[in-house]
């Protein structure tokens, strides 16, 4: 009654928040006998957020122990590993405040949170500062700890004195684990002098406190005789203690000591189960569970039987020994093999009899090796094969039955005994003897050892080396299908080596090893595909086989597939597929996969841009003497990209790159050199560097090094040399070192004088668009030097100069001008166009002056507004004065002026009188327009015969209209007599000049028989070339051709696009009708491509696109 009445006084104090009334009902609730772990839990945490340090850290305990059964109470059956994290950092959230409170159970615990990384990040420093503190408050348990952190070397230097030193404080405080680990101190001499008598002290103090590892080790040391006379006895006894409270080491001592017959163990074993344990054999089943060798032996032969194992026991017998012998249990091994052997509880299996005798036999079981002799001699080759292998370990049983078989002629054992002669193992290393035996079996038709003899003198080992020898018995294995002999043979094949080198043989054997799945061959059968060697190139082929090489992890094969990606080669072009390759093989240290992995950081193809990775994977391969990776690397150091910048560095790998032969390397350490970066400035050294580049066609390092000879630096002056460099660097494209070859022989430096050759390499460097060739060039034809004169290809060379900035060459151009030179003057006229003001100034000078072709010139650009302001006037005044003054142009653009009302008011007559004058100086478009006037009757009277007459002269000259008009005139027989032949004749010259009006017509001629042989395929050719030149009329009649198959096989969707191009080119309705008919014609697919087919050509065609 009373204590009702204390605990309502209790709840009534909790509810008036008194924190210590808290605690103490929340520990009834805890721990009383109506358990309420939430009630509890919420008592406590009003406590401990009122800042009580016990309830802290008990609320710390609840947390940190809800996963193993409070979670119940709360409905949590099944814990997360997120809600125990949570938990536990509850738990250690709880602990610091207690424990900052000085709370010494907190901060053991708080230790113990640390030292195991629960709640908090594993940290052994903030263990042993949280050790440190309870154990000063006490805590024996936290003293022991800080022991143990000592002793592993954890949170602080390993100290074994330091680690006895903490186990004796805690040990005095009677901590039973201290005082056993004290003992054990002792008993090893760690951290003080051994001390068997002390180490014993301390275990008895340990073991009277029930410390079971403690009583173990008393059993130990009463077993060996340590520290005390030996007492097989006593050491059962503490054995027995320890093992009744869970000591595993303990009972797997006492169990062994039964399975060997001990009759005391034996006896303990059943006081044990006595006591509260399941029986023996229980005990032996859980050790056995534990994985317990003897324990599973044990309890496999519970049911042995020689003869025959039931049925019903036979898989538990199989089983319990299985597991004993996976564990090297020689009993377990022999009793499982004679299962497999006799089909006792298992199916009969000689392959696995033999595996579990073999076992046995290697641990020096005679039962077992007797029997595999047995199985031996009745012929069974895998118990041959196993016997070969102990002899080759050393079993001299096992090597003298071999050799007695192979002395016998048994073929296997020939070769297997060649086989120990090889490698050395169970005799004496002897190629010789090897070689002799391996012949043997060959002879008797053994599939391996015609392989293995390929081998012997592939690599002239037991006979002289031999190429021939080994083709020869790499064949005979890869006909009887050794995989590994095609593979070698392929080589040979591909290689040349003791066999004529074929492609195609070495393909065909690659294949046949591929087939099998060997993976080397499934890889150069690859590469054959990819390089075309052998078999035609077949990338899609390639793909298939690095495929199948990569699934075995194949490196080289992971990078070339990597590069098939990153070509697009037999699969889609994937970068992010190339660097997911390329990254496997680079991962399997595979340099030149580094070295595109690299590749593909520093360019950003297939990831994102890095140039710290592209250094990082460069630095790889350059470390496996990747020469093109060392040269990369030396540049990233050389720019600073993805490292910071560092000269010597550069230099360093540009070196080792150059060392290997790397042509780039060597011409940029060269230049290193000449610019002292990284290194000191040494023009010899660059001179070095630049020779053995420019030896290996480096066509830069060829054109300084003739720079280098043609000044003298780091070598002696001599021009022969320059010229010669200068030379090879020229052939190869360079094009200042064209010009300066140029130059050479324009001054004979070097080299014969010789302008021919000179202006050669002028052109060669000029046509690359080198400046100052382009100028020395033009006055080589200016001054007629090494060239016919040519007043024309100078000032284009000029010009080109110019526009490059070349001043001299516009101050060349304005001296052609002055001596009157109209292609001078056009190139002024371009220039000014173009806005130069001294060029338009120069031309406006001259023609003020009087000048023609400058007045000619000067009309055209107020005409066109090109470099002033557009003004058709002004352009008509100065026509006018040239034309005045005879200039065949200046008269026909006047003409054109009158002709189209430009600047002056539209008139025919003095369009046509200008026209004349232009045409009787025999200027093509004048006597075009002149013929058009005729044919018009504008400016005079209609003339048929005289428009012939204009358009012939015209079109003699090549003036594609007037040779259309003049087509048209036979056609129709208007000025001159009917011919179509002639009409024909001349619509294909205008045609062959792209004019799409005599392209139709030339169609129209060959499709109706008109003055040509009719020809469809003709027909359609033309009038193909009229329509894509927009032309709608063309256009139509290409869709009905196709539509008909008239000129080529029926082609309804491209008769359906024409037909749509002609409609949107504006020939109206027909071409829709007849767009509209094809489509019918047209499945809803085949209509889909013939309109986008129609679509695109619109865009292409159309005139009105």
């Not at 080109?800 to 001008?817: H, P, R, S, T, W």
Request: aromatic share 12%.
């Amino acid at each position: 009654m009373q204590v009702n009445i204390d605990l309502e006084q209790l709840e009534l104090d909790a509810d008036l928040g008194c924190i210590s009334a808290q605690f103490a009902l929340g520990e009834i609730y805890e721990n009383g006998p109506e358990r309420n772990y939430e009630k509890a839990n919420d008592l406590y945490r009003n406590a401990a957020l009122n800042g009580y340090a016990d309830a802290q850290f008990r609320l710390g305990q609840m947390h940190e122990l809800w996963h193993s059964g409070m979670g119940f109470y709360f409905g949590k059956m099944v814990m997360q590993a997120d809600d125990i994290k949570r938990e536990y950092e509850q738990a250690v959230a709880w602990y610091h405040k207690a424990a900052d409170q000085g709370h010494a159970d907190a901060q053991y615990a708080l230790g113990r949170m640390y030292s195991l990384g629960q709640g908090v990040s594993q940290d052994d420093e903030q263990a042993v500062a949280w050790y440190r503190k309870a154990a000063g408050q006490g805590i024996a348990g936290a003293q022991f700890e800080i022991g143990e952190m000592y002793k592993h070397g954890r949170g602080g230097a390993q100290s074994d004195e330091q680690a006895v030193a903490c186990y004796r404080e805690a040990a005095t405080q009677g901590y039973a684990k201290a005082m056993s680990a004290l003992g054990e101190m002792y008993e090893l001499g760690q951290g003080v002098a051994q001390d068997n008598d002390q180490a014993m002290t301390w275990y008895i103090e340990a073991a009277k406190r029930e410390n079971a590892k403690a009583q173990y080790r008393l059993g130990q040391m009463y077993s060996l005789g340590h520290g005390l006379k030996q007492d097989a006895h006593e050491a059962l006894a503490w054995f027995c203690k320890a093992a009744m409270q869970g000591n595993a080491d303990a009972l797997e001592v006492i169990v062994k000591m039964a399975t060997q017959g001990d009759i005391h163990a034996f006896s303990a074993l059943c006081n044990i189960a006595k006591n509260g344990h399941k029986g023996a054999h229980e005990i032996i089943t859980v050790m056995a569970e534990q994985g317990h060798a003897e324990a599973q032996y044990v309890r496999g032969m519970m049911y042995w039987d020689n003869r025959s194992i039931q049925n019903s026991r036979a898989q538990w017998v199989f089983n319990w020994l299985l597991k004993a012998a996976s564990q090297g249990h020689v009993h377990a091994q022999l009793r499982l093999a004679e299962m497999y052997f006799r089909g006792n509880g298992v199916e009969e299996n000689d392959e696995q009899a033999i595996f579990w005798y073999r076992k046995a036999a290697e641990q020096g079981n005679a039962m077992a090796f007797n029997a595999i002799d047995k199985m031996v001699k009745q012929g069974n080759t895998h118990a041959l094969n196993i016997l070969s292998e102990m002899a080759k370990a050393g079993n001299d049983g096992a090597q003298k039955i071999i050799i007695e078989m192979a002395e016998q002629g048994h073929m296997e054992a020939q070769f297997q005994l060649g086989g120990m002669y090889a490698t050395g193992q169970g005799v004496a290393l002897d190629f010789q003897q090897a070689v002799t035996w391996y012949s043997k079996a060959a002879e008797q038709g053994h599939v391996e050892a015609p392989f293995l003899l390929g081998w012997m003198y592939d690599t002239g080992r037991g006979v002289a080396q031999d190429d021939r020898q080994a083709a020869a018995w790499y064949h005979e294995a890869a006909e009887r299908g050794h995989v590994k002999a095609q593979f070698k043979l392929g080589m040979m094949y591909t290689n040349g080596r003791g066999i004529a080198q074929n492609h195609t043989l070495a393909w065909a054997w690659y294949r046949k090893a591929a087939e099998q799945g060997h993976v080397e061959a499934q890889y150069y059968l690859a590469r054959m595909y990819d390089e075309g060697k052998g078999v035609n190139r077949d990338y899609k082929q390639a793909v298939v086989w690095y495929h199948k090489a990569v699934e075995h992890g194949h490196a080289g094969a992971q990078n070339n597939l990597g590069v098939m990606y990153a070509n697009g080669q037999g699969v889609a072009q994937d970068d992010t597929q190339a660097v997911a390759w390329y990254r496997k093989a680079a991962e399997q240290d595979h340099a030149e996969a580094q070295y595109n992995l690299a590749g593909m950081y520093a360019n950003g193809e297939g990831v994102a841009q890095d140039h710290e990775q592209a250094v990082a994977w460069y630095s790889k391969a350059a470390k496996q003497d990747h020469a093109e990776a060392q040269c990369d690397l030396a540049r990233m150091y050389s720019e600073g990209r993805g490292v910071a910048q560092d000269g010597q560095q550069a230099v360093t790998w540009y070196s080792k790159a150059a060392e290997q032969g790397h042509v780039e390397a060597r011409f940029l350490l060269g230049t290193m050199y000449t610019y002292g970066r990284g290194i000191a400035q040494n023009d010899k050294e660059a001179a070095v560097w630049y020779h053995k580049a420019a030896e290996r066609a480096h066509v830069e390092a060829q054109f300084l090094l003739g720079g280098i000879y043609a000044t003298g630096r780091g070598v002696a002056q001599d021009d022969k040399q320059a010229a010669a460099w200068y030379r090879k660097a020229a052939e190869k494209g360079h094009a200042e070192a064209r010009f300066l070859l140029g130059t050479m022989y324009s001054y004979g430096r070097g080299i014969a004088q010789n302008d021919k050759q000179a202006a050669a390499w002028y052109r060669k460097a000029a046509e690359q668009g080198h400046v100052e060739a382009q100028y020395h060039l033009a006055r080589m034809y200016d001054d007629g030097r090494g060239v016919v004169q040519n007043d024309k290809k100078a000032v284009v060379w000029y010009h080109k100069a110019f526009e490059q900035g070349n001043a001299n060459a516009l101050d060349a151009i304005y001296k052609m001008v002055k001596q009157g030179n109209t292609h001078a003057l056009n190139a002024l006229g371009e220039i000014a166009k173009n806005g130069h003001d001294g060029a338009r100034e120069i031309i406006i000078e001259m023609a003020e002056q009087g000048a023609a072709m400058a007045q000619a010139k000067l009309g055209w650009m107020y005409n066109e507004g090109q470099g002033v302001e557009q003004d058709d006037a002004l352009a008509v005044v100065w026509y006018r004065k040239a034309a005045e003054q005879g200039h065949a142009i200046a008269q026909y653009n006047l003409g054109m002026m009158y002709d189209e009302g430009q600047g002056v008011p539209q008139n025919y007559a003095q369009a046509a009188a200008w026209y004349r004058k232009a045409a009787e100086q025999g200027d093509a478009d004048a006597q075009f327009n002149l013929g058009v006037m005729y044919d018009e009757g504008q400016g005079m009277p209609q003339d048929d015969a005289q428009a012939v007459a204009w358009y012939r002269k015209a079109a003699e000259q090549g003036n594609a209209s007037a040779q259309y008009n003049l087509g048209v005139s036979y056609d129709n027989g208007r000025g001159v007599a009917q011919d179509y032949t002639q009409a024909v004749a001349w619509y294909r010259k205008a045609a062959e000049q792209g004019y799409a009006d005599a392209q139709y017509n030339l169609g129209v001629s060959y499709a109706n028989d008109q003055g040509v042989a009719q020809d469809d395929a003709q027909a359609l050719a033309w009038y193909r070339k009229a329509a894509e030149q927009g032309y709608a009329e063309a256009q139509f009649n290409l869709g009905v051709m196709y539509d008909h198959g008239q000129g080529g096989p029926q082609d309804v969707k491209q008769a359906y696009a024409w037909f749509s191009v002609s409609a949107a080119s504006g020939y109206g309705n027909k071409a829709a009708e007849y767009r509209d008919r094809a489509a019918k014609q047209l499945t809803p697919a085949a209509l889909a491509e013939a309109q986008a087919l129609a679509d695109r050509y619109i865009q292409q065609h159309s005139s009105q696109s």
